[in-house]
C-alpha cells in the first residue's frame, strides 16, 4: 500500500532542500510523457558539500514497517574532468518519526538508513546519446512507533538526480478461504514474523475450529488452520453456502452436499436438516438420518410345536416383511387357557424360557415348568426398532398347545424328627409342583460313604421314621415322588447323624432323677394347695425377689417375676428364671424389663443411678420421641471426666412414656461388650429424667458413611463390619433379638470403631413412617427384616443375621438406601419371589456372597454370627482374598434378557437420561462410542466408563448406581437368584 509516490503527485511535492542553492526541483516527463518531479544536485566542483532534501511529513497508516523505493541516476566520477577527488558516486538517506507534522528537526535528530550507491553510472558518453541509466534501490525501515515519518536524502558531493521515490507498506490482502473471510492484514514489524489473523465464518456458515491464517512479513497468507462448514441445510457452491432444496437435506455441518431424501420421507422446505417420514413409518431418534424410514415387521411365519411333558419347544419362519430393517427379533406372550370359561390369564414368574423370552434372535424357543395337563397359548411377536413408535400395530402368530402328564418336581423341604441312636424321623413338604396326585414316595437312605449299599422305603404319607441304624453314625436321605406319569427326580442329599450309645445311656438314666423329682414337685404343690385352701390366703410373690416356693405355687406369676424367651422361635426357646428362680449355672442371659409389674425396679436393677450435678450438658446434637439428645461432660466422684451423650425425657410425659423411655436403659445395662452402646447410668430422682450413654464422636454410621463416600480402604469397611457382628453375637450370645439392626442404630466413634445401639424398636419406627409397614402385630423395618419376620413375626438371631447382610450391602455402599426408591410393598413382594439387592460398586466377591448367604430364604441356612466374625476375621488376616471384586456385568444376572430392553423404560434416549442423573457432560462421549441407546447403556461396566474417560469415581459411581436402579425398577423386583 503507497504512502508515498511522487510521480503520482501533480502538484508541489513541498520538500524542502538545505541549503537552497543544493538540490534542485526540476520538472521532466516520463517514459509515457507525464510530467514528473525530479530533485538533482551536481556540486563536485566545490570543496565539503553537505546538501539535504527533506521530504513532508507521512502517514505510516499503522504500519509498524515500510519500504523506500528510490530510482536516480549518478554519474561516474571518473568521467567528470580532471578526476576530481572531491567527487562521490554515493548519497545517504534518513528518517525521523514524529506523530505531528512540524520541520523545525536537527540534522543529527535524523537515523541514518542507509549509504546508496548505484549499480550503474553514467558518463558524458551516455550524455551525448541521451542513455539515462536508471538504479532502483529499495530499503525498509521498521519496527516504527509513531503516527509518522520524515525522509531526508544528504549529499556530499555526488552528481546525481533524484527522480522517483515511492513509500510503502506490506500487507496481506483480504481474502475468502474455506468459507472464511480474512480481512486486509498489515505485515508485523519483524521481516521474519508471521502474524495470526482469525477468519470469520461467510453467511450460513459454521465451525467446530476457529478458522485461521498467516500473514508473512511478505504479505502472503500462509499455514491455514481451521475451516467453515456450511451449517446444516445448507452447501457449499463457488465459495458461498447455498441452502437446500425441497426433497433434499443436509442433517450436519460435516455432511460435504444436501442429500436427496432416504425412502419413505420427504421434505416440502428449503434448508432441511431432515426428512419427514411418510404415514406409518418410523425411525428411531438413534437411526442417523441419511437412514430410510421403516415400519415394524410383519407377523412371523408357518409357527410349529413340540410337547414334551411339561416342556413345550416352538420354531417359526422368520417374517416376510422385516419393515425394512435388520435389527428384528422376538418376544413370546405365554397364556393359560381355561378351555370351558374362555378366559386366558397371564402364566406367570414360574415359567421359564430358554434362551430367553425378550429379545430373541433366533427362530426358536423352549419354555419349561409349565403346568400339566393344561391348555396354553403363546404368541410369538416379530419386533424390530420402530416397533414401540407404533402401538396398536402388533404382528404376532399363535400357536395353542396342550400340556402332558409329567413326573413331580423334586421334593425341596425336608425337616429331621426324633432322632435315636438306632433310629432317624423324617417329615417333608409336597413337591411344588406335583403335576398330578402324588401315588407314593420312594425314600432312598444309605450310610455316608456307603452309596452303593442302600435301603429304599416307599410311603404315602410325608413322614418316616427309618430304624435299624448304627449309633454315632452319618445317613445320607433322597426322596421323590409318583404320580400316574412316572417317579420324579430325587431331592438333594440330606444328611442326619444318629445319637451315640453314650448320650443315649446318659438319657435314659437321667430319667430317673427327673422321675424322682416329679413326684416330690407333686407332692409339694399338693402341699400348697391344701395349705391355700386351709388358709384362704396366698403368699405375696412381688416382683423379682418372689420365693421359689412361692413361684412353684403361683406358676403364674414366673412371667411376671422375670421370665424372658431368649428367642421368638418355639423351636429355639429356652426358658430362664431370675431372682429366686430356676436359672442355668453359668450362663449369662437377657432379663426382658418388660416382665416386671414394676418399671422403676428392673432400670435400678440393671442401671446405676447418677446425680445431676455430675452432668455437664454442652449442647443438642439432635432429637427424638421422648426428648432432646445432648452431648456433654460426666464427673464422677474419684473418676475422669468423660464425654456423653444425653437422652432427656422432654416435660409433660406420660407414665407410658416414662416407662418406655427408661426400658431402653433396662435393656442397656444388661450388656457388657466393647461393640455395643455403653450406658453410664440414668437419671430418675430428679428432673429432666436422663439416659446417659458413652459419647460417639462420628454419629450414626449410615450419615458418617455418606459424608465419607469412599474415602476407606475395603479392610476399614470390612473392620466396621467385624465390629458391628461381633456385638450382634455377644447379643445372640445373651438371648436378645434386635429386630432393628440397620446402619442408621449404629453408631461410630472418632477410631472408626462401630457399636450397636438403639435398642427401643417402637420409637425408631415412629420417628422414620417410611422406613415401616405396619401389621397387625406392629411396625416392622421392611427394607432390613427378613421374610419370615415380617410375614409371621417370627424374629430369631437369623433374622437379625438377615439384617446384617442389609447392613453389610449399606456399609460397602456408603450409605445407598437399601432397595432405593421400591415400596415397601414392591419389596415385600421381590424378596418373597427371589430377588436380592446387586452387588455394590466395587465390591470384594467374598463379601457380597457373605450377604446373599445371610439373605437365604431358609433361616437354618443362614451363618450364624460367629461363623461371620470369623470369616471376616479370615479376611482381614489375608487382605489379599479381598481384590477379587464382583463382575459388574453379572450383577443383575439374565436381566435383559428375561425382562426386556431398558431402553422402553422412564428415559428416551440416553441424553435424557444422562440429564436427569446430572452428568449430561457425557452424552456426546457416550455417542462417539457407539452407546447411542439406552440398550446398549445397560451392559455398560464399570471398565467401560473407565475406558470412556469417565475418571472420577463419583460420577461412575453415580452412572452405575442409576443403571443398577433402572434395572430394579424395570423388573419391578423380578430378578432370581
Same mark, same amino acid.
Given at each position: 500500500m503507497n504512502l508515498l509516490d511522487s510521480r503520482t503527485v501533480m502538484g508541489d511535492l513541498g520538500w524542502i532542500a538545505f541549503p537552497k542553492n543544493g538540490w534542485e526541483e526540476i520538472g521532466e516527463v516520463d517514459e509515457n510523457y507525464a510530467p514528473i518531479h525530479t530533485y538533482q544536485v551536481c556540486k563536485v566542483m566545490e570543496q565539503n558539500q553537505n546538501n539535504w532534501l527533506l521530504t513532508s511529513w507521512i502517514s505510516n497508516e499503522g504500519a509498524s514497517r515500510i519500504f523506500i523505493e528510490l530510482k536516480f541516476t549518478l554519474r561516474d566520477c571518473?568521467?567528470?574532468?580532471?578526476?576530481?577527488?572531491?567527487?562521490?558516486?554515493?548519497?545517504?538517506?534518513?528518517?525521523?518519526?514524529?506523530?505531528?507534522?512540524?520541520?523545525?528537526?536537527?540534522?543529527?535528530?535524523?537515523?541514518?538508513?542507509?549509504?546508496?550507491?548505484?549499480?550503474?553510472?553514467?558518463?558524458?558518453?551516455?550524455?551525448?546519446?541521451?542513455?539515462?541509466?536508471?538504479?532502483?534501490?529499495?530499503?525498509?525501515?521498521?519496527?516504527?512507533?509513531?503516527?509518522?515519518? =520524515?525522509?531526508?536524502?544528504?549529499?556530499?558531493?555526488?552528481?546525481?538526480?533524484?527522480?522517483?521515490?515511492?513509500?510503502?507498506?506490506?500487507?496481506? $490482502?483480504?481474502?475468502?478461504?474455506?468459507?472464511?473471510?480474512?480481512?486486509?492484514?498489515?505485515?508485523?514489524?519483524?521481516?521474519?514474523?508471521?502474524?495470526?489473523?482469525?477468519?470469520?465464518?461467510?453467511?450460513?456458515?459454521?465451525?467446530?475450529?476457529?478458522?485461521?491464517?498467516?500473514?508473512?512479513?511478505?504479505?502472503?497468507?500462509?499455514?491455514?488452520?481451521?475451516?467453515?462448514?456450511?451449517?446444516?441445510?445448507?452447501?457449499?457452491?463457488?465459495?458461498?453456502?447455498?441452502?437446500?432444496?425441497?426433497?433434499?437435506?443436509?442433517?450436519?455441518?460435516?455432511s460435504q452436499s444436501c442429500s436427496k431424501c432416504p425412502p419413505h420421507s420427504y421434505t416440502h422446505e428449503e434448508a432441511s436438516t431432515s426428512c419427514v417420514c411418510e404415514k406409518d413409518y418410523f425411525r428411531r431418534e438413534s437411526d442417523p438420518p441419511t437412514m430410510a424410514c421403516t415400519r415394524p415387521p410383519s407377523a412371523p411365519r408357518n409357527a410349529i410345536s413340540n410337547v414334551n411333558e411339561t416342556s413345550v419347544f416352538l420354531e417359526w419362519i422368520p417374517p416376510a416383511d422385516t419393515g425394512g430393517r435388520k435389527d428384528v427379533s422376538y418376544y413370546i406372550a405365554c397364556k393359560k387357557c381355561n378351555s370351558h370359561a374362555g378366559v386366558c390369564d397371564e402364566c406367570g414368574g414360574h415359567v421359564r424360557y430358554l434362551p430367553q423370552q425378550i429379545g430373541l434372535k433366533n427362530t426358536s424357543v423352549m419354555m419349561v415348568d409349565l403346568l400339566a395337563h393344561t391348555n396354553y397359548t403363546f404368541e410369538i411377536e416379530a419386533v424390530n426398532g420402530v416397533s414401540d413408535l407404533s402401538p396398536g400395530a402388533r404382528q404376532y402368530v399363535s400357536v395353542n398347545v396342550t400340556t402332558n402328564q409329567a413326573a413331580p418336581s423334586p421334593v425341596t423341604n425336608v425337616k429331621k424328627g426324633k432322632i435315636a441312636k438306632n433310629s432317624i424321623s423324617l417329615s417333608w413338604q409336597e413337591p411344588d409342583r406335583p403335576n398330578g396326585i402324588i401315588l407314593e414316595y420312594e425314600i432312598k437312605y444309605f450310610e455316608k460313604d456307603q452309596e452303593t449299599s442302600y435301603t429304599i422305603i416307599k410311603s404315602k404319607e410325608t413322614t418316616i421314621t427309618a430304624e435299624g441304624l448304627k449309633?454315632?453314625?452319618?445317613?445320607?436321605?433322597?426322596?421323590?415322588?409318583?404320580?400316574?406319569?412316572?417317579?420324579?427326580?430325587?431331592?438333594?442329599?440330606?444328611?442326619?447323624?444318629?445319637?451315640?450309645?453314650?448320650?443315649?445311656?446318659?438319657?435314659?438314666?437321667?430319667?430317673?432323677?427327673?422321675?424322682?423329682?416329679?413326684?416330690?414337685?407333686?407332692?409339694?404343690?399338693?402341699?400348697?394347695?391344701?395349705?391355700?385352701?386351709?388358709?384362704?390366703?396366698?403368699?405375696?410373690?412381688?416382683?423379682?425377689?418372689?420365693?421359689?416356693?412361692?413361684?412353684?405355687?403361683?406358676?403364674? @406369676?414366673?412371667?411376671?417375676?422375670?421370665?424372658?424367651?431368649?428367642?421368638?422361635?418355639?423351636?429355639?426357646?429356652?426358658?430362664?428364671?431370675?431372682?429366686?428362680?430356676?436359672?442355668? $449355672?453359668?450362663?449369662?442371659?437377657?432379663?426382658?424389663?418388660?416382665? =416386671?409389674?414394676?418399671?422403676?425396679?428392673?432400670?435400678?436393677?440393671?442401671?446405676?443411678?447418677?446425680?445431676?450435678?455430675?452432668?455437664?450438658?454442652?449442647?443438642?446434637?439432635?432429637?427424638?420421641?421422648?426428648?432432646?439428645?445432648?452431648?456433654?461432660?460426666?464427673?464422677?466422684?474419684?473418676?475422669?471426666?468423660?464425654?456423653?451423650?444425653?437422652?432427656?425425657?422432654?416435660?409433660?410425659?406420660?407414665?407410658?412414656?416414662?416407662?418406655?423411655?427408661l426400658g431402653e436403659a433396662s435393656i442397656m445395662g444388661q450388656f457388657d461388650h466393647p461393640n455395643i452402646i455403653h450406658l453410664e447410668g440414668v437419671v430418675t430422682k430428679s428432673k429432666p429424667v436422663m439416659i446417659v450413654t458413652e459419647y460417639m464422636e462420628n454419629g450414626s454410621l449410615d450419615t458418617f458413611l455418606k459424608k465419607n463416600d469412599g474415602q476407606f480402604t475395603v479392610i476399614q469397611l470390612v473392620g466396621m463390619l467385624?465390629?458391628?457382628?461381633?456385638?450382634?453375637?455377644?447379643?445372640?450370645?445373651?438371648?436378645?433379638?434386635?429386630?432393628?439392626?440397620?446402619?442408621?442404630?449404629?453408631?461410630?466413634?472418632?477410631?472408626?470403631?462401630?457399636?450397636?445401639?438403639?435398642?427401643?424398636?417402637?420409637?425408631? @419406627?415412629?420417628?422414620?413412617?417410611?422406613?415401616?409397614?405396619?401389621?397387625?402385630?406392629?411396625?416392622?423395618?421392611?427394607?432390613?427384616?427378613? $421374610?419370615?419376620?415380617?410375614?409371621?413375626?417370627?424374629?430369631?438371631?437369623?433374622?437379625?443375621?438377615w439384617s446384617y447382610g442389609i447392613v453389610m450391602w449399606e456399609v460397602v455402599s456408603y450409605g445407598e438406601r437399601p432397595y432405593w426408591e421400591m415400596t415397601n410393598q414392591d419389596v415385600i413382594k421381590a424378596v418373597e419371589e427371589g430377588y436380592r439387592l446387586p452387588s455394590p460398586m466395587d465390591c470384594p466377591a467374598a463379601l457380597y456372597q457373605l450377604m446373599l448367604d445371610c439373605w437365604q430364604k431358609d433361616r437354618n441356612s443362614r451363618p450364624k454370627f460367629d461363623e461371620i466374625v470369623n470369616m471376616l476375621d479370615k479376611l482381614i488376616r489375608n487382605p489379599s482374598s479381598l481384590k477379587t471384586l464382583v463382575n459388574a456385568s453379572s450383577r443383575v444376572p439374565n436381566l435383559l434378557a428375561e425382562h426386556g430392553s431398558?431402553?422402553?423404560?422412564?428415559?428416551?434416549?440416553?441424553?435424557?437420561?444422562?440429564?436427569?442423573?446430572?452428568?449430561?457432560? =457425557?452424552?456426546?462421549?457416550?455417542?462417539?462410542?457407539?452407546?447411542?441407546?439406552?440398550?446398549?447403556?445397560?451392559?455398560?461396566? @464399570?471398565?467401560?466408563?473407565?475406558? @470412556?474417560?469417565?475418571t472420577l469415581v463419583g460420577h461412575q459411581k453415580k452412572i452405575m448406581n442409576s443403571l443398577q436402579e433402572m434395572k430394579v425398577q424395570l423388573v419391578n423386583g423380578m430378578v432370581p437368584l
Amino acid at each position: 500500500m503507497n504512502l508515498l509516490d511522487s510521480r503520482t503527485v501533480m502538484g508541489d511535492l513541498g520538500w524542502i532542500a538545505f541549503p537552497k542553492n543544493g538540490w534542485e526541483e526540476i520538472g521532466e516527463v516520463d517514459e509515457n510523457y507525464a510530467p514528473i518531479h525530479t530533485y538533482q544536485v551536481c556540486k563536485v566542483m566545490e570543496q565539503n558539500q553537505n546538501n539535504w532534501l527533506l521530504t513532508s511529513w507521512i502517514s505510516n497508516e499503522g504500519a509498524s514497517r515500510i519500504f523506500i523505493e528510490l530510482k536516480f541516476t549518478l554519474r561516474d566520477c571518473n568521467s567528470l574532468p580532471g578526476g576530481l577527488g572531491t567527487c562521490k558516486e554515493t548519497f545517504n538517506m534518513y528518517y525521523f518519526e514524529s506523530d505531528e507534522n512540524g520541520r523545525n528537526i536537527k540534522e543529527n535528530q535524523y537515523i541514518k538508513i542507509d549509504t546508496i550507491a548505484a549499480d550503474e553510472s553514467f558518463t558524458e558518453l551516455d550524455l551525448g546519446d541521451r542513455v539515462m541509466k536508471l538504479n532502483t534501490e529499495v530499503r525498509d525501515v521498521g519496527p516504527l512507533s509513531k503516527k509518522g515519518f =520524515y525522509l531526508a536524502f544528504q549529499d556530499v558531493g555526488a552528481c546525481i538526480a533524484l527522480v522517483s521515490v515511492r513509500v510503502y507498506y506490506k500487507k496481506c $490482502p483480504s481474502v475468502v478461504r474455506h468459507l472464511a473471510v480474512f480481512p486486509d492484514t498489515i505485515t508485523g514489524a519483524d521481516s521474519s514474523q508471521l502474524l495470526e489473523v482469525s477468519g470469520s465464518c461467510v453467511n450460513h456458515s459454521v465451525t467446530d475450529e476457529p478458522p485461521k491464517m498467516h500473514c508473512s512479513a511478505e504479505g502472503e497468507w500462509l499455514v491455514p488452520i481451521g475451516k467453515c462448514m456450511c451449517k446444516a441445510g445448507y452447501e457449499e457452491e463457488n465459495g458461498t453456502c447455498q441452502v437446500c432444496r425441497p426433497g433434499f437435506f443436509k442433517a450436519s455441518p460435516h455432511s460435504q452436499s444436501c442429500s436427496k431424501c432416504p425412502p419413505h420421507s420427504y421434505t416440502h422446505e428449503e434448508a432441511s436438516t431432515s426428512c419427514v417420514c411418510e404415514k406409518d413409518y418410523f425411525r428411531r431418534e438413534s437411526d442417523p438420518p441419511t437412514m430410510a424410514c421403516t415400519r415394524p415387521p410383519s407377523a412371523p411365519r408357518n409357527a410349529i410345536s413340540n410337547v414334551n411333558e411339561t416342556s413345550v419347544f416352538l420354531e417359526w419362519i422368520p417374517p416376510a416383511d422385516t419393515g425394512g430393517r435388520k435389527d428384528v427379533s422376538y418376544y413370546i406372550a405365554c397364556k393359560k387357557c381355561n378351555s370351558h370359561a374362555g378366559v386366558c390369564d397371564e402364566c406367570g414368574g414360574h415359567v421359564r424360557y430358554l434362551p430367553q423370552q425378550i429379545g430373541l434372535k433366533n427362530t426358536s424357543v423352549m419354555m419349561v415348568d409349565l403346568l400339566a395337563h393344561t391348555n396354553y397359548t403363546f404368541e410369538i411377536e416379530a419386533v424390530n426398532g420402530v416397533s414401540d413408535l407404533s402401538p396398536g400395530a402388533r404382528q404376532y402368530v399363535s400357536v395353542n398347545v396342550t400340556t402332558n402328564q409329567a413326573a413331580p418336581s423334586p421334593v425341596t423341604n425336608v425337616k429331621k424328627g426324633k432322632i435315636a441312636k438306632n433310629s432317624i424321623s423324617l417329615s417333608w413338604q409336597e413337591p411344588d409342583r406335583p403335576n398330578g396326585i402324588i401315588l407314593e414316595y420312594e425314600i432312598k437312605y444309605f450310610e455316608k460313604d456307603q452309596e452303593t449299599s442302600y435301603t429304599i422305603i416307599k410311603s404315602k404319607e410325608t413322614t418316616i421314621t427309618a430304624e435299624g441304624l448304627k449309633p454315632a453314625s452319618v445317613y445320607v436321605f433322597q426322596i421323590r415322588a409318583r404320580t400316574a406319569a412316572g417317579y420324579g427326580v430325587f431331592s438333594r442329599r440330606f444328611e442326619f447323624e444318629t445319637i451315640p450309645v453314650s448320650v443315649a445311656a446318659s438319657s435314659d438314666q437321667s430319667q430317673i432323677p427327673i422321675i424322682a423329682v416329679s413326684v416330690t414337685v407333686g407332692v409339694i404343690l399338693l402341699a400348697v394347695v391344701i395349705g391355700f385352701l386351709l388358709s384362704g390366703s396366698c403368699c405375696d410373690c412381688g416382683c423379682g425377689r418372689a420365693s421359689s416356693l412361692c413361684a412353684v405355687a403361683h406358676p403364674s @406369676l414366673i412371667w411376671r417375676c422375670g421370665y424372658s424367651k431368649a428367642k421368638q422361635d418355639p423351636e429355639e426357646e429356652k426358658m430362664h428364671f431370675h431372682n429366686g428362680h430356676i436359672k442355668l $449355672p453359668g450362663v449369662r442371659t437377657y432379663i426382658d424389663p418388660h416382665t =416386671y409389674e414394676d418399671p422403676n425396679q428392673a432400670v435400678h436393677e440393671f442401671a446405676k443411678e447418677i446425680e445431676a450435678s455430675c452432668i455437664t450438658i454442652e449442647r443438642v446434637i439432635g432429637a427424638g420421641e421422648f426428648g432432646e439428645v445432648c452431648s456433654g461432660r460426666l464427673k464422677l466422684p474419684g473418676k475422669r471426666e468423660l464425654p456423653v451423650a444425653i437422652k432427656t425425657l422432654k416435660v409433660g410425659y406420660t407414665e407410658k412414656q416414662r416407662r418406655d423411655f427408661l426400658g431402653e436403659a433396662s435393656i442397656m445395662g444388661q450388656f457388657d461388650h466393647p461393640n455395643i452402646i455403653h450406658l453410664e447410668g440414668v437419671v430418675t430422682k430428679s428432673k429432666p429424667v436422663m439416659i446417659v450413654t458413652e459419647y460417639m464422636e462420628n454419629g450414626s454410621l449410615d450419615t458418617f458413611l455418606k459424608k465419607n463416600d469412599g474415602q476407606f480402604t475395603v479392610i476399614q469397611l470390612v473392620g466396621m463390619l467385624r465390629g458391628i457382628a461381633a456385638g450382634m453375637k455377644y447379643l445372640s450370645d445373651m438371648g436378645y433379638v434386635h429386630r432393628d439392626l440397620a446402619a442408621r442404630n449404629i453408631l461410630i466413634n472418632s477410631n472408626l470403631v462401630c457399636k450397636v445401639s438403639d435398642f427401643g424398636l417402637s420409637r425408631v @419406627l415412629e420417628d422414620d413412617p417410611e422406613a415401616a409397614y405396619t401389621t397387625r402385630g406392629g411396625k416392622i423395618p421392611i427394607r432390613w427384616t427378613a $421374610p419370615e419376620a415380617i410375614a409371621f413375626r417370627k424374629f430369631t438371631s437369623a433374622s437379625d443375621v438377615w439384617s446384617y447382610g442389609i447392613v453389610m450391602w449399606e456399609v460397602v455402599s456408603y450409605g445407598e438406601r437399601p432397595y432405593w426408591e421400591m415400596t415397601n410393598q414392591d419389596v415385600i413382594k421381590a424378596v418373597e419371589e427371589g430377588y436380592r439387592l446387586p452387588s455394590p460398586m466395587d465390591c470384594p466377591a467374598a463379601l457380597y456372597q457373605l450377604m446373599l448367604d445371610c439373605w437365604q430364604k431358609d433361616r437354618n441356612s443362614r451363618p450364624k454370627f460367629d461363623e461371620i466374625v470369623n470369616m471376616l476375621d479370615k479376611l482381614i488376616r489375608n487382605p489379599s482374598s479381598l481384590k477379587t471384586l464382583v463382575n459388574a456385568s453379572s450383577r443383575v444376572p439374565n436381566l435383559l434378557a428375561e425382562h426386556g430392553s431398558l431402553g422402553s423404560g422412564a428415559y428416551r434416549s440416553v441424553g435424557e437420561w444422562l440429564e436427569a442423573i446430572k452428568m449430561g457432560r =457425557y452424552t456426546e462421549i457416550f455417542m462417539e462410542n457407539g452407546y447411542s441407546s439406552m440398550d446398549a447403556v445397560a451392559q455398560v461396566t @464399570l471398565e467401560d466408563l473407565r475406558r @470412556l474417560g469417565v475418571t472420577l469415581v463419583g460420577h461412575q459411581k453415580k452412572i452405575m448406581n442409576s443403571l443398577q436402579e433402572m434395572k430394579v425398577q424395570l423388573v419391578n423386583g423380578m430378578v432370581p437368584l
